[in-house]
């Protein structure tokens, strides 16, 4: 993390250069072209998304200008939307991005159980990179899956239901490149209760529809 | 038009007046830190809260706009409790660091925490620092006192044009800056200082230089262009410390350019502060009696026509009026105000004037500039017409002949030369149409347009157009000249410019090369080639010791524009006074007053005595000096002497290089020098560094 948002981030790894691929031109101009005429800077967090993807899962600050030059819109405008979103990675990030919910029902049940598993499992700390730049861990607040809590989500992916064990099983898998379940890690389905469906059981074996 | 009670006066306002405008018709004062009258509203101080009968809770005054039957309290216990809040947040992260800081004294925090500040905080942990920014030669940032109004960012944004700086982060990380380092490229960025409501931004060329209430704070008028901006200079003993913008709604609005507020520094260096004469090829500091005695022994006896004046950019009315009585009593007629070797003609007043008037900006819809560079000749008005642009977006439309340069605002560009101003006045290009279906057409003429040997014929071209688009119309006079220099509108008023067989720049030169002109007189005249002027006498007045004094055989000392009660008038023809701020340096004088000293040294005693009587003698000169601070208007037409000469098609040039360095007094001010090398402006010669 730099010492200041306020400040671009200027390390060797800052490429000179950013284009879209030709694939990803098309992308961009299928977005653009969503938003009424003269207001294709709406397009700035889509595109910013887009070309993060293209840079391997972090926002250099030519690709930045290269957006904010392709909207037409002042590049600080483009920085200003970068820094305020904490899912624009400014600084290059691990294959694997890890990002521990930490905020309070991931909290109520074992999060830090979830952060000590993750720091024991990669060796590295809350903010930090292994070495062979497999995997970033990060806490985070409040990623929207309570009711499966404790989660982490990990590039694009939710994984829910996490104990240390499952955790370390999991991060393990994804270290050796081996195909790796999304979702609860505890096989439940959905957000249905932990010990099973309970509601409308009675009615529904009255009924005969449930054996 | 809504009617609603504020504090239980009634008040009917304009539809979308917003309530703390409502508040300020009455004459209540809403503390605000966000809000700036100028710049667009984004409500995020909250600051300005009134309570609103019927409303849940405090409304930001700023951005509500009024309604018919609302009830407003300004001044109820749950107002005051809300802002008490607001100022408790502000406060958390706000250092208590007013006696260092240059704000202290004229802050708007620091009022306002008298009035609604607790006496003592209950945040305990510890504030956030924030790492300095760059944001040029100009601007010393301190971000740890930022509380976050955006003020600057709406600033660069609307006013400069510049959008550079941002709102970087989110919540408590959030930080003011440019995030990649660089100078904001604006030559109005000094307003950001006076814009800034904390001590986050304060000027670097006056920082921890001396405190509000020390300072003797004199009304004046900028002299670096010709716009006549409103300024006060704060002056402390003989020196003066800062320059601010005073307000004028029909001049500057609030704002000055960074030139006019920053290159006051080069009024300490390479002064002229005492007389000196050539002997023998080196000049020697001399008393006053003897250069004026050197003078008329080599005045007197020659005969007029030998003899010939040029004024230079800054110099007042005063002075001109008295060189120019003098110059008729020793029967020259070879006066010359125009130094940039302006060819228009100066007899047609609405051809030289503004005739628009800057306010006038605001009414026009569609803009032909021709051979000027308005932001760097006067970034004032080109921020009004920048002000033009985003009040009509889409419908402003600009047009510009000369250089494709940023201008802030979306333009047309037409050609390099007079070769599309003559396909535009034959009515052949389709932007005429456009100059002639627009309500307000204004046509701006850049002073350099002229300044070459064809230029009366491109002045009359220009009029020819004025008469092929309708430039003037009811109520409405579309034609505008404008001029770069402070002095230049004055001069013209008084006939400063050759008379009957007299001669003008280039026949003064060149008869100065061939011995036909014996002395010349350079009112502070820096700008001509100098080299051109041969053998002849020259005599130098001026403040500094810029070329026209290193040529110069007699050096008279006078007083830069905050050392004299002076008139200027402005490129509209508005005659303003600038005031004295402190006195001149030792031997140097006020400019009238040496000129009439020399006369009697002359045996021509010029008919005044004091500054009154040459005010008088002023005002019947010229109308436009007993119409002080208003425009005084010149007949529609004609715009230009019928010429019968050629034009030349060479592009127009562009008459300011560096818009730091343009007159002595920036050429030696180390600011200027400093913004000239930080926004690597290519600096042309001048034979006065080093």
Redesign the interface.
């Known amino acids: 993390m730099s010492a200041s948002v306020g400040i671009a981030e200027t390390g060797p790894e800052q490429p000179k250069e950013f284009a879209f691929t030709a694939a990803n031109l098309k992308k961009a101009k299928a977005i653009i072209a969503k938003y009424p005429d003269g207001r294709q800077q709406s397009a700035v967090m889509p595109l910013l998304d887009l070309a993060q993807r293209q840079s391997g899962n972090w926002l250099p600050r030519v690709a930045m200008d290269y957006v904010a030059d392709m909207l037409a819109m002042p590049r600080i405008k483009a920085y200003e939307v970068a820094t305020f979103y904490s899912m624009y990675n400014l600084k290059p990030v691990g294959k694997h991005f890890v990002q521990v919910c930490t905020t309070t029902p991931c909290w109520l049940v074992g999060s830090a159980g979830i952060i000590d598993a993750c720091k024991k499992q990669l060796g590295i700390g809350l903010g930090e990179t292994t070495p062979d730049g497999e995997f970033t861990l990060i806490e985070v607040e409040c990623l929207g899956a309570c009711v499966n809590a404790p989660m982490a989500q990990i590039n694009d992916d939710y994984y829910e239901d996490l104990t240390p064990e499952n955790t370390v099983a999991l991060l393990q898998a994804l270290a050796d490149g081996k195909p790796v379940k999304t979702g609860s890690q505890t096989g439940r389905r959905g957000s249905q209760a932990k010990s099973g469906p309970t509601s409308l059981h009675a009615q529904a074996k009255a009924a005969g529809v449930e054996g | 038009m809504p009617t609603l009670s504020i504090n239980g006066i009634s008040v009917e306002v304009a539809p979308g007046t917003s309530i703390i405008q409502a508040c300020e018709q009455l004459g209540i004062e809403v503390p605000r830190f966000c809000y700036h009258e100028r710049l667009s509203v984004p409500a995020n101080c909250r600051m300005c809260l009134v309570e609103q009968k019927g409303a849940p809770k405090p409304v930001a005054s700023c951005a509500m706009p009024c309604a018919d039957k609302m009830e407003i309290f300004t001044d109820s216990e749950l107002v005051h409790k809300a802002r008490k809040g607001v100022m408790e947040f502000l406060l958390i992260n706000h250092p208590l660091d007013c006696p260092i800081c240059d704000q202290g004294g004229e802050c708007d925090l620091q009022d306002q925490a008298l009035g609604y500040g607790f006496d003592r905080g209950r945040y305990i942990e510890n504030k956030r620092a ?2 300095e ?1 760059y944001l040029g030669p100009l601007i010393k940032t301190f ?1 740890t006192r930022c509380i976050q109004c955006t003020r600057c960012v709406r600033f660069a ?1 609307e006013i400069a044009g510049a ?8 919540n408590e ?9 660089s100078a904001i490229t604006s030559e109005l960025s000094g307003n950001l200082v006076d814009v800034c409501p904390v001590g986050a931004l304060t000027s670097k060329p006056y920082a921890f230089a001396a405190r509000p209430w020390e300072l003797k704070k004199t009304d004046s008028i900028d002299v670096f262009d010709a716009v006549g901006c409103n300024i006060r200079i704060d002056a402390r003993g003989s020196e003066v410390m800062r320059v601010l913008p005073r307000t004028n709604e029909d001049v500057n609005e609030e704002w000055i350019a960074d030139k006019s507020r920053h290159a006051i520094d080069g009024l300490l260096r390479q002064r002229l502060d005492q007389p000196y004469v050539r002997k023998d090829g080196k000049l020697v500091p001399a008393s006053w009696p003897e250069a004026l005695a050197a003078i008329a022994a080599k005045l007197k006896g020659l005969d007029g026509s030998k003899i010939a004046a040029i004024a230079g950019d800054l110099a007042d009315a005063e002075a001109l009026i008295a060189l120019k009585d003098l110059m008729t009593a020793l029967g020259s007629t070879n006066l010359e105000c125009r130094q940039d070797g302006g060819k228009f003609d100066p007899h047609a007043r609405a051809g030289y004037l503004f005739n628009s008037t800057i306010a006038g900006i605001d009414q026009a819809d569609a803009f032909l500039i021709v051979g000027s560079n308005p932001r760097w000749e006067a970034p004032i008005i080109n921020a009004r017409i920048r002000k033009r642009f985003l009040t009509l977006r889409e419908n402003f439309q600009a047009a510009v002949i000369g250089a494709n340069l940023d201008l802030t605002y979306p333009y047309e560009y037409l050609g390099a030369g007079p070769e599309t101003l003559t396909k535009l006045a034959s009515g052949r290009h389709a932007f005429a149409k456009v100059l002639q279906n627009a309500k307000a057409p204004m046509l701006i003429l850049g002073s350099g347009a002229v300044a070459r040997p064809d230029g009366l014929a491109i002045q009359a071209l220009v009029a020819k157009l004025a008469a092929k688009v309708g430039l003037v119309r009811d109520g409405w006079n579309g034609f505008n000249f404008l001029h770069r220099a402070a002095g230049r509108v004055g001069a013209l008023e008084l006939g400063f410019v050759p008379g009957e067989g007299g001669r003008d720049l280039d026949a003064i030169l060149d008869g100065a090369g061939k011995g036909e002109i014996e002395a010349v007189y350079l009112l502070g005249a820096d700008e001509i080639d100098m080299s051109k002027l041969g053998k002849a006498f020259v005599i130098y007045q001026g403040h500094h010791g810029d070329r026209g004094a290193h040529r110069a055989d007699v050096i008279l000392p006078g007083a830069a524009y905050t050392e004299k009660n002076a008139t200027y008038v402005n490129t509209e023809g508005r005659a303003q006074m600038a005031r004295l701020a402190s006195f001149p340096p030792g031997e140097a004088r006020e400019d009238w007053k040496i000129l009439r000293a020399l006369a009697e040294a002359l045996g021509k005693i010029l008919p005044y005595d004091t500054l009154s009587q040459v005010r008088r003698r002023l005002a019947e000169a010229a109308s436009v000096f007993r119409n002080i601070d208003s425009v005084t208007a010149a007949e529609p037409g004609p715009f230009a002497a019928a010429s019968t000469g050629t034009v030349d098609n060479a592009p127009f040039a562009m008459p300011i290089e560096n818009y730091y360095m343009t007159d002595p007094i920036s050429r030696t001010s180390p600011t200027m020098a400093k913004c000239t090398e930080d926004f690597g402006i290519v600096e042309p010669r001048t034979g006065t560094h080093g």
């Not at chain 2, 959008?163 to 989110?170: A, D």
């Open positions: 924030v790492s920014k971000m944004d959008p550079e700086i941002g709102l970087l982060g989110r990380m959030v930080e003011i800056g440019t995030y990649v380092e």
